[in-house]
């Protein structure tokens, strides 16, 4: 999302360039989403992988469907989404043409829709696994009783959903608890939150107590705030969104970073502004 037109804007040499630091740095699973870039960043990313020379085996392909954003790339007048069997289908396909591949690791459908059909998604995922379009498939932004509903009708194995320091609240209303009893594997966007984003009495608090364990872990914030994540028992993976060198190999390192007990609840603190009860 962070590569192409909605962020760095990379020209394909640039993306080349940053495919091979990943891989050199063990970081082997690239996050994509038909949207990104208004329906341009696959393909601009299909290009580069296809002339790195990297063998498609050796990387693990994410994308997600179902969102239909108003762009000049779409006829849509109004932003939806649409999760028919047809159009599920038809969009893993434009996604293969897109990134230059046969199959996608995984498939996630982007968000939930009130209108979604358990029964046409399951029987859209069975088609393409079949077909060894997709490998496993998963969902994103979806609540326990929407990954209930959907699972009932076909295995899901990843849920991505917001989580970081400053947007924790899977944690406390049941969905990572669901997740964890279930077998589904949560992958986390925004890791970082709005730490760096936003500069308010939170992020202001937040800093100074990074601050203070900066030293003792010999860590930079942005590997502390993904420590943090990857301490909660489900399992966590982070998606990094950083189109920095550097921080891209300081966030391999902070897989090495345990943070103490007291430790982990006093950056929750920080976050929140007040003790747990
Ligand atoms: N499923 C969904 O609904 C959904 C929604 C949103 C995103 N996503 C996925 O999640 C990925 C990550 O999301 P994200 O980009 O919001 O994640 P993020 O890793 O929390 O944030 C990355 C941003 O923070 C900046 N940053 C990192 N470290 C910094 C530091 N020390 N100081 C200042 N700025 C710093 C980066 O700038 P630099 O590049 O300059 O380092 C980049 O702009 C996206 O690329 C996308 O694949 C999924």
Redesign the pocket.
């Known amino acids: 999302?962070?590569w192409g037109a909605w962020?760095?804007q990379f020209s394909q040499k640039e993306m080349e360039t940053i495919i091979h630091h990943c891989m050199a740095n063990g970081i082997t699973t690239f996050?994509h989403?038909d949207i990104y870039g208004a329906y341009t960043t696959e393909k601009e990313f299909g290009t580069a992988f296809k002339d790195s020379g990297i063998n498609r085996d050796d990387i693990q392909l994410i994308s997600?469907c179902g969102i239909q954003y108003v762009c000049d790339n779409r006829t849509n007048e109004v932003k939806h989404y649409n999760y028919s069997k047809d159009y599920i289908i038809w969009s893993v396909e434009e996604s293969l043409r897109h990134l230059h591949t046969d199959y996608l690791d995984l498939l996630?459908l982007?968000?939930p829709s009130p209108l979604m059909v358990a029964e046409d998604i399951a029987e859209a995922i069975t088609i393409l696994k079949k077909a060894g379009k997709i490998r496993d498939f998963g969902v994103?932004?979806f609540t326990p009783s929407q990954m209930e509903m959907i699972g009932l009708r076909i295995d899901i194995d990843v849920n991505?959903l917001?989580f970081?320091l400053t947007s924790h609240s899977a944690m406390h209303d049941g969905t990572l608890d669901y997740m964890k009893t279930c077998g589904i594997k949560p992958m986390s966007?925004?890791?970082?939150?709005t730490v760096?984003k936003n500069d308010n009495e939170q992020t202001r608090r937040i800093h100074k107590q990074l601050g203070v364990f900066m030293e003792k872990y010999n860590a930079?914030?942005?590997q502390l705030l993904l420590a943090w994540i990857l301490k909660h028992p489900s399992g966590i993976h982070p998606?990094?969104?950083?189109?920095?060198k550097k921080?891209l190999t300081q966030a391999v390192d902070a897989t090495k970073i345990s943070l103490d007990l007291e430790d982990w609840f006093a950056v929750l603190v920080a976050s929140q502004g007040h003790k747990v009860p």
């Open positions: 999302m962070t962020g760095k996050d989403a997600k996630l982007h968000r994103s932004n991505q917001e970081s966007w925004s890791p970082l939150g760096f930079t914030e942005d998606v990094v969104g950083t189109t920095n921080r």
